[in-house]
């Protein structure tokens, strides 16, 4: 995919440099998102990645299965991560900023939440870990009441539901 970047190497560092590459891949992606995947496959113990989000990206509402564990560590820009119950009632609102500011700036979940992270200023880049191995069609589970970003009707409704349309283009 256009919009990620896969690491090849042991040993992976990073300067200034790689945000404004995730921004510019973010800007031209139709999900307004990008990453570089840190880890070298998919069956590492530990998936790392850095993700920049531009304002007005969608990413569904999902679940990961309870062995699990997920962490993002907000570098710049400011993000909420929704926090859902099984029927989809909004139960947290985790506002997350860059460190030094009065918001959180790391979050981890240790157990199973359907959970959904919104950009909340025009970009915001986080690293995220994830317990690996990796395997889209066991580990991200969307729940029935989750709209597809396809399905536009029920896509706005949810939205408006949770008083979320001031965070997506419409």
């Known amino acids: 995919m256009k919009d990620i970047v896969r690491n090849q190497e042991n040993l992976v560092y990073f300067d200034n440099k790689i945000f404004k590459k995730l921004i510019k891949?973010?800007?031209n992606s139709d999900l307004l998102r990008s990453r570089i995947c840190i880890h070298t496959n998919n069956n590492a113990r530990?998936?790392?990645?850095?993700?920049?989000?531009k304002k007005g990206s969608y990413i569904r509402p999902h679940i990961h299965p309870e062995k699990k564990s997920e962490s993002y560590h907000?570098?710049?820009?400011?993000?909420?991560?929704?926090?859902?119950?099984?029927?989809?009632?909004l139960i947290k609102k985790i506002k997350m900023g860059e460190a030094g500011t009065s918001l959180n700036f790391y979050y981890r979940m240790?157990?199973?939440?359907?959970h959904m992270p919104v950009a909340t200023s025009k970009f915001c880049i986080y690293h995220e870990t994830y317990s690996g191995p990796f395997n889209k069609?066991?580990?991200?589970?969307?729940?029935?009441?989750?709209?597809?970003?396809?399905?536009?009707?029920?896509?706005?409704n949810f939205l408006k539901k949770h008083k979320l349309t001031k965070y997506?283009?419409?």
């Open 137 to 156: 069609k066991r580990d991200v589970i969307f729940p029935k009441w989750s709209p597809d970003s396809n399905d536009r009707k029920k896509y706005l």
């Open 74 to 89: 907000l570098i710049k820009g400011k993000m909420t991560v929704f926090v859902f119950d099984k029927k989809g009632n």
């Open 46 to 53: 530990t998936n790392e990645m850095i993700i920049a989000l």
């Open 110 to 114: 240790s157990k199973g939440y359907y």
């Open 168 to 170: 997506f283009n419409d």
């Open 25 to 27: 891949l973010a800007e």
